[in-house]
């Protein structure tokens, strides 16, 4: 069993991992903010090379599984198929995937109004919040929904990239926190 002692020994040897994942996720905000189409190219090929690496290895595993063999070769197949198309129409397939994200947040807003509406009568369970994320998850849906164009995917990167920077920020700041809650853990198990 661990001790509060062992984790605040823990915690106060490796907060500076906090503080590196933090500054790793600000430097990719900020250059995902001055180089979208670099990031937009990066991103693609990332997805192409993992649908071929996936495609593969799930067919492999359809020769070596007995029952569900066609499955398998049916489903890496279109892995494959799908990294294809991405590289043959990358601009057509954005926009597929802005819409894709665009209904995703559409339906993800819906049921969030609703279940925040739901819970409006059960005291202190944050109700507003869960109905205010519900109305902004429409509006962007709605926003992808209406623009599916290359403007989509560069939105869905700038919230990403702010999202980055600002979850960056905040790893760090409590990386020094860890870092503090630890030492006085140690010091107080002594």
């Known amino acids: 069993m661990t001790t509060l002692s062992q984790l605040g020994a823990t915690a106060a040897k490796y907060w500076w991992v906090l503080l590196l994942r933090g500054i790793t996720l600000i430097a990719l905000g900020i250059m995902m903010q001055v180089w979208p189409g670099a990031t937009v190219l990066v991103f693609a090929m990332l997805f192409v090379a993992y649908l071929i690496v996936d495609g593969v290895f799930t067919i492999i595993q359809g020769f070596t599984e007995g029952q569900s063999k066609t499955y398998h070769l049916v489903l890496g197949g279109l892995s494959i198929l799908a990294a294809v198309i991405i590289l ?16 995703w947040a559409l339906i993800a807003g819906i049921a969030a109004i609703a279940g925040g509406l739901q819970l409006r009568k059960v005291a ?15 509006i962007f849906g709605l926003s992808l929904i209406l623009t599916p ?16 920077i600002i979850s960056g920020i905040t790893l760090a700041m409590f990386s020094f926190v860890v870092r503090k809650a630890g030492t006085t853990l140690v010091a107080g198990g002594r």
């Open 88 to 103: 043959v129409w990358p601009k057509e397939s954005a926009t597929v995937f802005v819409f894709l994200v665009g209904f």
């Open 124 to 138: 202190g369970s944050g109700w507003g919040w869960m109905v205010a994320w519900g109305v902004l998850a429409v």
């Open 149 to 164: 164009t290359v403007n989509g995917i560069l939105s869905l990167l700038w919230i990403v990239s702010v999202w980055a």
